[in-house]
């Protein structure tokens, strides 16, 4: 006799055991219309899993975040059974669920074309119309393996050879003849999807992301809860496209990418302005908050990055190289050993704690080919990295510290919509749990006192300790995760780092991690697609251009060129024998702040006439207004 606690607390008896169908038939007619999947003293399962014992049970619909993830897996599957009802021979491989959306791997010589998605979305249409019901078997791993093996499924059989033997094999079958291996849970039907799903394109993926295997075709779509929601976000698709970062930077002549070195930017003269611009705000901010700028060497030996633990746990991402005396080096992939090895020069005492030392190090990581993304994912990159040492009683002071950091840097970029994500100690880790305990008590203290929102990641910290993580929206609604803060009391002990405390003794320091954007390669990436290419008159790399109009108007545009020059204004002139609207069109393509105009008019009366970047309005200033004007547009956002 089952008794059933929902949400709101009210308990409900059963003299036999329930299932979730039935269940939400009980408690009302409105819920059993809603209702998508359950959960079951915390695990998710679908309608038709039978309740036996006493549990706590939560109904889950479309308003869910776990419900619109149900809706999408389904979507998945039944864009696969559309898939091989179109094109029999087609294999099947993995189709999971990914932000916004899903996605299905498949094995097939001929190509997917943009008409055969059209041809995908008429028939997925057809099999949600047709209310297919889903029905979930165990089978056994012998059954399971021949099964697909006979039916021509070789990388589903594949698959659950690499399942452990200890898991559930479970089989999902919708309608009478589809089924695909699945953990689920589903829907009681495909009818429960709904029509706002679109598929969106298609791309080369290889088998389990090995370049050395197979190369599938991957289907990309996205589902929602409704036709508004999907068309939202087509719009903001739409958006993001116009924004790409690397679109934009080859109009604006920011920045290329080459075979030659996969994964690492080549920075053109205004591309390199804007990164040295970005450093030079960050320097300021990071001395008026009592940072010392140390830089560490790019090349370690491998013993280093074996005591710290790196070797272990990050080798296979790091670029080594052995030399002819057979020692083996490492291109550094994070700066926190070396940095290390700073503090570690001369004694240090608690009187000098916190001491902060900030590095704007290049580190090498590799990256799988198939994932690199611009300057969004990228091999070689810069990072904003600083390292606190301090006493465990500061750890909380010095956390809330970096946080108000963070979040002023934030600001002054124009991001001010930031949400806190915490992580504690992940399966695999380094150190004492009586040490992992301290450190998380002290993070989550300074995270409370933040007064911000946050969530929490379980199991989600790094391998030396408990993390916070910074996640901003930019101007279309898109979450990107930036900076980092990391408590870490194992690192310094591992690498011998101490400092006398007040008693005499020797302590162990806590170091804490801390990236305002973790890469800036990736953060001026993202700057770029919220602003457009627009970017704020400070940190624009091409703030000004003066055009003339006519030959005899050169000698004032030098001389003014020579003025805005000298205050530090980042300004070319443009003296092409080219109609004026001509060098306007081509100078706003490249995203040029202001453009200044001088004519014969402007050479009589000292002025210019300008236009601003995305306005049609041309005003006309005096020469000296217009230098004061940019001088203060100029100042680092340092308040």
């Not at 589902?223 to 958006?239: F, I, T, V």
């Not at 690492?264 to 901010?285: I, N, P």
């Not at 004492?432 to 990641?457: H, M, R």
Request: charged fraction near 30%; hydrophobic fraction near 35%.
């Amino acid at each position: 006799m089952p008794q059933i606690q929902l949400l709101d607390g009210k308990k409900i008896s059963f003299a036999k055991s329930i299932n979730g169908l039935e269940l939400v038939k009980k408690i009302s007619k409105s819920l059993e219309k809603a209702a998508l999947i359950m959960e079951v003293d915390g695990e998710l399962k679908d309608l038709s899993f039978e309740i036996k014992n006493n549990s706590k049970v939560r109904i889950i619909t479309n308003k869910d975040k776990e419900g619109l993830e149900v809706i999408r897996h389904d979507a998945a599957h039944i864009m696969a059974m559309a898939v091989q009802e179109l094109y029999p021979g087609t294999q099947v491989t993995i189709g999971p669920v990914i932000q916004d959306g899903f996605y299905y791997d498949f094995a097939r010589r001929e190509p997917f074309t943009d008409e055969d998605l059209k041809k995908i979305e008429t028939k997925m249409s057809e099999i949600i119309d047709r209310d297919v019901k889903t029905r979930r078997e165990v089978w056994e791993r012998d059954k399971a393996i021949n099964h697909f093996k006979k039916i021509g499924e070789k990388y589903k059989a594949e698959i659950i050879d690499a399942i452990p033997k200890s898991e559930v094999l479970s089989v999902y079958h919708h309608g009478d003849t589809w089924h695909d291996l699945c953990r689920g849970p589903h829907l009681s039907s495909s009818g429960k999807i709904g029509k706002a799903f679109k598929l969106t394109k298609v791309s080369g993926a290889y088998w389990r992301g090995d370049s050395n295997n197979e190369m599938l075709q991957r289907i990309y779509g996205t589902c929602w809860s409704s036709k508004k929601d999907l068309d939202d976000y087509l719009n903001r698709l739409e958006e993001a496209e116009k924004r790409d970062h690397r679109k934009l930077g080859k109009e604006m002549d920011l920045f290329h990418f080459r075979e030659e070195s996969p994964g690492s930017v080549f920075w053109h003269e205004k591309g390199w302005t804007l990164f040295q611009r970005l450093v030079e705000f960050m320097r300021a901010k990071q001395r008026l908050a009592g940072y010392k700028e140390i830089n560490t060497p790019e090349l370690l030996d491998k013993t280093l990055w074996e005591k710290s633990g790196h070797w272990e746990k990050f080798g296979e991402h790091m670029y080594t190289s052995e030399t002819p005396d057979e020692k083996v080096f490492a291109i550094k992939p994070m700066n926190c050993p070396g940095c290390v090895q700073v503090f570690n020069q001369g004694l240090k005492s608690y009187r000098d704690l916190p001491l902060k030392l900030s590095e704007f190090g290049k580190v090498h990581r590799y990256e799988p080919s198939g994932a690199l993304h611009g300057l969004l994912r990228v091999r070689a990159f810069t990072q904003d990295d600083a390292h606190i040492f301090c006493t465990e009683d500061q750890i909380t002071q010095e956390s809330l510290a970096v946080t108000n950091l963070i979040l002023e840097i934030y600001k002054a970029l124009g991001f001010e919509n930031v949400i806190l994500k915490y992580s504690d100690r992940p399966e695999k880790r380094v150190g004492d749990d009586s040490v992992w305990d301290k450190s998380e008590a002290a993070l989550l203290s300074a995270i409370k006192k933040s007064n911000l929102e946050y969530t929490i990641n379980k199991g989600e910290g790094a391998f030396y300790g408990p993390k916070i993580e910074f996640v901003l929206r930019d101007a279309i609604g898109r979450d990107w995760q930036c900076g980092t803060l990391q408590v870490d009391l194992n690192l310094p002990n591992r690498l011998g780092a101490s400092f006398v405390d007040k008693d005499g003794t020797k302590k162990v320091p806590v170091m804490l991690h801390r990236a305002l954007f973790g890469s800036l390669e990736r953060f001026i990436g993202i700057l770029i697609e919220n602003y457009a290419g627009k970017l704020p008159f400070w940190l624009s790399p091409a703030q000004v251009v003066i055009c003339t109009i006519a030959e005899e108007n050169k000698e004032y545009v030098k001389k003014l060129f020579e003025e805005l020059f000298k205050e530090g204004i980042k300004c070319d002139v443009d003296l092409r024998n080219e109609k004026i609207n001509y060098k306007i069109r081509e100078h706003s393509l490249a995203k040029t702040p202001i453009i200044v105009v001088c004519g014969k008019k402007e050479v009589s009366d000292n002025t210019v006439s300008i236009r601003r970047l995305g306005s049609e309005k041309q005003e006309t200033i005096k020469r000296e207004q217009l230098i004061k004007n940019m001088l203060k547009a100029n100042k680092l956002p340092l308040n």
